[in-house]
């Protein structure tokens, strides 16, 4: 069978798996913000209307002087991009022929950037013993690397390497003249980040990519940007279509900056309702992922692939996400978002009945 390569649009895994979709479901393979969108953006929606008779600003001032305000750098390190897909498509496009190495499990869509640009495309495995990375490890391979993607947090499991850590891979990099990509799409979501924009000021090797799609609940409008040395984000921007971002995005994107509190409720709901599912699995017996945010990996240690558990949660409405297309976990794990306490509630009352069967 084909699986589908994202989570969300649940049609196509329950067509893709010849089941019936069930009408009462809750979707734990997208990861989104449970409180949904700030409410500034939900109380403003009615004046988006204005925007549509009118092309966008295809630079994205205003919303770019807003994020380097709050960065600390200058609007000419930043480019705003149509979600982060299309940042990580103009990566691609920017390293064509280039040798990539990319620290496995992570997001498909780096790999997909990159063999569709003839890249060659090595991996360094994050083992699930503790998903610790090994720096020195990995600087041997950086050797044959020209290009390194690191997702942090990570996609999946989300476990958060700190900044002592990265400051070390930024380093064997920085020796080894390896452009270094490095995803944070779900950083916002992690208590006590210490932030590595800094780094790109003083490095030209290191590239920040962010999405405001997971912590805002705005994945319909995609909005995302990446940020870098101004000789990279003009390249980057050279590749980019005019117009990719519509003003209904980029608008929505500069009330969501001032939804601190909103980001505030958001780590509170996440961390309680984490250590209440860890606690639970834990008590079950079932593996989970030290996650530091909005969603984590799992398994029935009892269970090699992870396919009948799936296909018991699929027929329970709980649709969690496959890694099938995870290099390194193949299906051998299942990812969840952490929803609220109702959708939560549910999961686990499906997790007891799978235990009680078993």
Same mark, same amino acid.
């Given at each position: 069978?084909?699986?589908?390569?994202?989570?969300?649009?649940?049609?196509?895994?329950? +067509?893709? @798996?010849?089941?019936? @979709?069930?009408?009462?479901?809750?979707?734990?393979?997208?990861?989104?913000?449970?409180? #949904? &969108?700030?409410?500034?953006?939900? /109380?403003?929606?009615?004046?988006?209307?204005?925007?549509?008779?009118?092309?966008?600003?295809?630079?994205?001032?205003?919303?770019?002087?807003?994020?380097?305000?709050?960065?600390?750098?200058?609007?000419?390190?930043?480019?705003?991009?149509?979600?982060?897909?299309?940042?990580?498509?103009?990566?691609?496009?920017?390293?064509?022929?280039?040798?990539?190495?990319?620290?496995?499990?992570?997001?498909?869509?780096?790999?997909?950037?990159?063999?569709? =640009?003839?890249?060659?495309? *090595? *991996?360094?495995?994050?083992?699930?013993?503790?998903?610790?990375? =090994?720096? +020195?490890? !990995?600087?041997?391979?950086?050797?044959?690397?020209?290009?390194?993607?690191?997702? =942090?947090?990570?996609? &999946?499991?989300?476990?958060?390497?700190?900044?002592?850590?990265?400051?070390?891979?930024?380093?064997?990099?920085?020796?080894?003249?390896?452009?270094?990509?490095?995803? +944070?799409?779900?950083?916002?979501?992690?208590?006590?980040?210490?932030?590595?924009?800094?780094?790109? #000021?003083? /490095?030209?090797?290191?590239?920040?990519?962010?999405? @405001?799609?997971?912590?805002?609940?705005?994945?319909? %409008?995609?909005?995302? $940007?990446?940020?870098?040395?101004?000789? !990279?984000?003009?390249?980057?921007?050279?590749?980019? &279509?005019?117009?990719?971002? =519509?003003?209904?995005?980029?608008?929505?994107?500069?009330?969501?900056?001032?939804?601190?509190?909103?980001?505030?409720?958001?780590?509170?709901?996440?961390?309680?309702?984490?250590?209440?599912?860890?606690?639970?699995?834990?008590?079950?017996?079932?593996?989970?992922?030290?996650?530091?945010?909005?969603? $984590?990996?799992?398994?029935?240690?009892?269970? /090699?692939?992870?396919?009948?558990?799936?296909?018991?949660?699929?027929?329970?409405?709980?649709?969690?996400?496959?890694?099938?297309?995870?290099? #390194? %976990?193949?299906?051998?794990?299942?990812?969840?978002?952490?929803?609220?306490?109702?959708?939560?509630?549910?999961?686990?009352?499906? @997790?007891?009945?799978?235990?009680?069967?078993?």
């Amino acid at each position: 069978m084909t699986w589908p390569s994202h989570g969300s649009n649940p049609q196509y895994l329950y +067509e893709a @798996m010849d089941k019936p @979709m069930p009408a009462d479901r809750i979707d734990f393979s997208a990861n989104i913000n449970p409180l #949904g &969108p700030p409410r500034e953006l939900k /109380d403003k929606w009615g004046n988006l209307f204005q925007y549509i008779t009118d092309y966008p600003d295809p630079h994205a001032a205003f919303l770019k002087s807003k994020l380097a305000a709050e960065e600390g750098i200058k609007e000419t390190q930043i480019l705003v991009g149509n979600g982060g897909a299309e940042l990580i498509t103009l990566i691609g496009r920017m390293i064509a022929g280039k040798s990539v190495l990319i620290i496995q499990p992570a997001f498909s869509e780096y790999e997909e950037a990159c063999r569709v =640009n003839n890249c060659t495309v *090595y *991996y360094h495995q994050l083992e699930p013993e503790d998903w610790g990375l =090994n720096v +020195e490890a !990995l600087s041997e391979k950086l050797k044959f690397a020209d290009v390194l993607f690191f997702c =942090n947090p990570n996609n &999946p499991t989300g476990v958060f390497y700190p900044l002592s850590i990265v400051e070390e891979l930024i380093k064997k990099c920085r020796i080894h003249n390896c452009l270094l990509i490095m995803d +944070e799409a779900f950083y916002d979501f992690v208590e006590g980040y210490q932030s590595i924009v800094p780094f790109i #000021g003083r /490095d030209s090797n290191v590239v920040v990519l962010r999405s @405001m799609t997971k912590m805002f609940s705005i994945p319909g %409008l995609r909005l995302g $940007y990446m940020m870098a040395s101004e000789r !990279l984000i003009e390249r980057a921007a050279s590749l980019k &279509p005019h117009w990719s971002v =519509n003003a209904l995005a980029l608008k929505a994107g500069e009330w969501c900056l001032n939804s601190n509190e909103h980001v505030r409720l958001t780590k509170n709901l996440i961390r309680q309702e984490r250590e209440r599912l860890v606690q639970f699995y834990r008590n079950l017996d079932f593996e989970v992922s030290p996650s530091s945010v909005n969603f $984590y990996v799992l398994r029935d240690s009892s269970l /090699d692939v992870q396919l009948p558990l799936f296909q018991f949660l699929l027929e329970k409405g709980i649709i969690p996400r496959h890694t099938m297309n995870f290099p #390194g %976990l193949e299906g051998r794990w299942l990812r969840f978002a952490i929803k609220g306490p109702k959708d939560n509630d549910r999961l686990m009352e499906a @997790m007891q009945e799978w235990r009680k069967d078993r």
